[in-house]
């Protein structure tokens, strides 16, 4: 969804209340950011090893 969907959908005085209920927010803590980092481009831990096995995609179809 762009920036001009999510206006025209909610309005502009409920955008402002958004940004403005933001900006009253504290910066996390670094360690909070870099676990939340690592968490995000590695959702399910390890990346696995190839096992040789048939893939999902041989499932699914």
Request: net charge positive; no cysteine.
């Amino acid at each position: 969804m762009t920036r001009e969907e999510r206006l025209a959908i909610l309005g502009p005085k409920t955008v402002a209340a958004i940004h403005a209920r933001v900006a009253e927010a504290p910066e996390p803590p670094l360690d909070v950011v870099e676990e939340l980092r690592r968490i995000f481009s590695r959702p399910a831990g390890r990346i696995p090893s190839p096992t040789g096995r048939a893939s999902y995609k041989e499932f699914a179809a």
